[in-house]
């Protein structure tokens, strides 16, 4: 499903140095699995996890999603093949001059959804994330959590195979973030959609991930089984 062969992102450091933050990283993630990315700050899980949907290319190396070479497509190709791929983030986001319904209908316009179905969709995604009631809100009228599930119903509206999450629960309190993990494991069990995650917070991996890559000065350390590799308290 995700595979990276050798994957390294080098940045312009300036005075023609460069700084590598990712360096020569393999994997391959099967379908239906929540993979985590955990390192300290720096380690380059970010800049890896941005790889898999294009919004940053590999100096070196492939990435291929869903048997599609993501650092080959430009333009239309790209647009389509990242769409397959939602996306959370850790200050989720939102465009906070919309209401939570317009922030979900945004990206399946975005996606060329027709208008008459968009609004069942809203409806129904809100509902799976526990929202129903908030669709007419703004973001600024919601708590952390709420705010979060908002950003999962507009990463996961458009049936994506995929779903990044960058430090999806380091800005919520312990109780709120076992929630939306709960939420993270059941968007995966009942709609089989593949998680990628990276944190910094080692109880996330032990508490929704399958797999765990660790990752230190760019390159993965160490690969295996969350069981294998931390034991589960
Ligand atoms: P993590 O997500 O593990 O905290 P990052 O991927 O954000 O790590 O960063 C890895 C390294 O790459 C760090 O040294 C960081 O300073 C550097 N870096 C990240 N993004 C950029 C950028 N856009 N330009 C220059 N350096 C960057
Ligand atoms: P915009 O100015 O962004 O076009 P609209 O008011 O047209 O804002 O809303 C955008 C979309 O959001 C609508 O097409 C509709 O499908 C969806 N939407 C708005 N409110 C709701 C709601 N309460 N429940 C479900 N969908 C909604």
């Known amino acids: 499903m995700i595979e990276l062969e050798n994957v390294c992102v080098d940045f312009d450091a300036g005075q023609g140095r460069h700084t ?15 993979f985590g990315i955990v390192g300290t700050s720096g380690a380059g899980k970010s800049t890896l996890l941005r790889t898999l ?6 100096s070196e190396g492939r990435v291929t999603v869903n048997g599609v070479t993501l650092s080959t ?7 389509k093949a990242r769409q397959r791929i939602g996306m959370i983030f850790q200050h989720f986001n939102l465009m906070h001059t919309r209401t939570v319904a317009q922030n ?3 990206s399946l316009k975005a996606a060329g959804w027709a208008r008459a179905d968009i609004a069942p969709r809203v409806a129904e995604i809100l509902h ?3 929202l129903a009631d908030k669709a007419n809100r703004f973001p600024v009228q919601l708590s ?15 049936h994506p195979d995929v779903l990044l999450c960058d430090e999806p629960t ?9 929630n939306i993990l709960e939420l993270l494991r059941e968007i995966n069990a009942q709609l089989g959609i593949t998680i990628v995650l990276i944190t910094h917070e080692m109880n996330v991996i032990k508490s929704i991930c399958d797999r765990v890559a660790v990752m230190s000065a760019g390159k993965v350390v160490e690969l295996g089984d969350v069981f294998d590799i931390f034991a589960r308290p």
């Open 128 to 130: 799976l994330v526990g």
């Open 144 to 158: 952390g959590g709420q705010k979060q599930r908002v950003g999962i119903a507009r990463a996961i509206a458009n």
């Open 20 to 34: 590598r933050a990712v360096e020569g990283v393999s994997l391959k993630i099967a379908a239906g699995e929540i």
């Open 104 to 106: 979900v209908a945004f």
């Open 73 to 79: 497509l430009r333009g239309a190709p790209l647009r």
């Open 53 to 58: 949907n294009a919004l940053q290319q590999p």
């Open 170 to 178: 380091s800005a919520l309190d312990l109780e709120t973030s076992a």
